[in-house]
């Protein structure tokens, strides 16, 4: 089976281990296992299934339309940060969309991968 990779809109930076990927407005960021991010031609992808790590949330509000999207979450509540879609309390990157949301508190801004 191919592994599924969502576009990251944003930069990666080289942090030693893992990547830290900020979006290009500055709404958001997330740090990833180099083994979980593709950079091809300055195009950044996230794979589905990582564990990522949020360090910075996004401030827009849940759109209405895409309410399903969290429904691979365990709790239900998913941030999108650079159109990739991340579960608040396992950090699992679990879709792609085109919105800017946070449902997660800052105490779940934390969750995902410990050594990202």
Do not use: H
Request: glycine fraction near 12%; hydrophobic fraction near 35%; include cysteine.
């Amino acid at each position: 089976m191919t592994e599924q990779w969502f576009p990251f809109s944003g930069t990666a930076v080289d942090n030693g281990a893992a990547w830290l990927l900020s979006t290009f407005d500055g709404d958001g960021a997330l740090a990833a296992l180099k083994t979980d991010v593709r950079i091809e031609r300055d195009a950044v992808s996230v794979r589905c299934g990582a564990l990522v790590k949020v360090i910075r949330g996004a401030r827009g509000g849940y759109p209405g339309s895409l309410q399903d999207v969290a429904k691979n979450c365990p709790c239900g509540r998913s941030c999108c940060i650079g159109f990739v879609v991340v579960c608040c309390e396992t950090g699992e990157v679990v879709n792609s969309a085109a919105g800017i949301w946070n449902e997660c508190s800052e105490e779940n801004n934390q969750s995902g991968t410990e050594s990202a």
